[in-house]
């Protein structure tokens, strides 16, 4: 049986413009640290530098975005956490407007950048 693939716009469709928008927003501030790779998945998108550092999930009109760390990241932005080894954790944060692209959430992707070198 076949691999299916799956394309980055494939998450788009049927969702609110506004949701790709963002994404493209959120692409380019990851882009700002160094080279970034865009692995769609069935469910998600995985962005990658030398690892995985980041996971998008899209929504009708938000995005889930999950991001990789070496601790808890501790605000009342993160909706779920899941540790998933002894010095990996999952923190999703909800990303609803350009807005939530702020310096904080640039912090914690900047972390995870370098952590999947």
Partial sequence: ?????????DHFAGKDPSVRVLYDSLLKMLCSFG?????????????????????????KDFILLNIKAD???ASPRVVRLEQVSPHRFHNRVRLTSP??????????????????E
Avoid: C, N
């Fill in 1 to 9: 049986m076949a691999e299916t693939t799956y394309q980055v716009d």
């Fill in 35 to 59: 080279p970034i790779i865009e692995e769609a998945r069935k469910t998600s998108i995985h962005l990658v530098h030398v690892s995985a550092l980041a996971g998008v999930e899209t929504r």
């Fill in 71 to 73: 601790h808890k990241i």
């Fill in 99 to 116: 807005f939530d692209l702020d310096a904080e959430l640039e912090g914690w992707l900047r972390e995870a950048y370098l952590i999947s």
